[in-house]
């Protein structure tokens, strides 16, 4: 027996629910990793804010080069306690979401590129109420725009690697309490 009705299968994307969960922060390992560029166009965001005194970050992801004479910096870590400084609590809304860094326009989805894998948070509403779906689901097709974000920051993390070996040769990555700061060299100003 045929049916007169068409069948249309609906997928469902991801929709930001304004729910602040992705821009309040009481843990390290919650804290959104950076470029150094993005670093650099942060503090001047917040300068132009007003807000310089409550941005600060961290060398995440360093390699030792130049016979160990330096520190090349691929990744800060951006250092939040509580809301972001960009975050307005009254619009739910972020200040400089055009030209957020790229962790935030890929969150729900954490890259993590030490050990090749993709993370979808469980802090997020959305992904919480849509769980089951995105178990059952392609990411990139759930994530549209987030992958994209992601798939460029992966991108760029594999140049800047290949840019330092390039230059130096052999690499070693340092933990980043290991860091002499005074040697700091960010990767973008090889």
């Known amino acids: 027996m045929l049916f007169p009705y068409r069948c249309i299968v609906m997928s469902k994307t991801f929709t930001c629910l304004r729910c602040d969960r992705c821009c309040y922060f009481v843990c390290e390992q919650e804290l959104p990793i950076v470029f150094p560029y993005e670093k650099r166009f942060l503090i001047e965001k917040a300068r132009e804010l ?18 160990g004479r330096e520190y090349v910096v691929v990744a800060y870590k951006w250092i939040i306690r509580g809301y972001c400084p960009f975050y ?11 030209v957020k860094p790229l962790s935030c326009r890929m969150y729900p989805l954490i890259l993590n590129v030490t050990h090749n ?5 469980e802090a997020c509403c959305w992904v919480r109420n849509n769980l089951n779906y995105i178990l059952s689901s392609n990411p990139a097709d759930v994530f549209q725009e987030e992958i994209k974000a992601l798939l460029e920051a992966y991108i760029l993390f594999i140049n800047y690697i290949n840019l330092i070996k390039d230059k130096y040769g052999d690499l070693e990555k340092v933990p980043p309490e290991h860091v002499k700061y005074s040697k700091l060299i960010d990767v973008d100003k090889l």
């Open 50 to 67: 007003g807000i310089s005194g409550k941005i600060s970050f961290k060398p995440y992801e360093v390699y030792r080069v130049n016979e």
């Open 88 to 98: 307005d609590k009254t619009s739910r809304a972020c200040k400089i979401h055009q």
């Open 117 to 121: 894998a993709i993370h979808v948070s």
